[in-house]
Nanobody, 120 residues
Framework: VQLQASGGGLVQAGGSLRLSCVVS????????VNWYRQAPGKQREFVSS???????EYADSAKGRFTISRDNAKNAVYLQIDSLKPEDTADYYC???????????????WGQGTLVTVSS
């Protein structure tokens, strides 16, 4: 299983970025894909998620400027971030998760982070 995140970079405040997460085909169709971020010196926090059926969720801090979407043909999940702020600076991680009822646990996979730096 692999998750490959990309799309981070250095951008000025007010700009936009689109992060991508390509997920292994064998789990993409059934797992929920989540985006988390971790700012320097802070704990990792949930940003947004999308289910296999396309249901989306957002952290309160992400509502209005973040849009999550998926392209089933490309096994990819995207996170569009608009009106970037310096406080959005963080490593952004994608995660694939599914509940395994027979084992009563979540099955979790993580990609490497992609760094977003927003200059003021």
């Amino acid at each position: 299983v692999q998750l490959q995140a990309s799309g981070g970079g250095l951008v000025q405040a007010g700009g936009s970025l689109r992060l991508s997460c390509v997920v292994s085909r064998n789990i993409f169709s059934t797992y929920r894909v989540n985006w988390y971020r971790q700012a320097p010196g802070k704990q990792r926090e949930f940003v947004s998620s999308i289910s296999s059926s396309g249901t989306t969720e957002y952290a309160d801090s992400a509502k209005g400027r973040f849009t999550i979407s998926r392209d089933n043909a490309k096994n990819a999940v995207y996170l569009q971030i608009d009106s970037l702020k310096p406080e959005d600076t963080a490593d952004y991680y994608c995660n694939a998760r599914s509940w395994l009822p027979s084992e009563q646990r979540y099955d979790d996979y993580w990609g490497q982070g992609t760094l977003v730096t927003v200059s003021s």
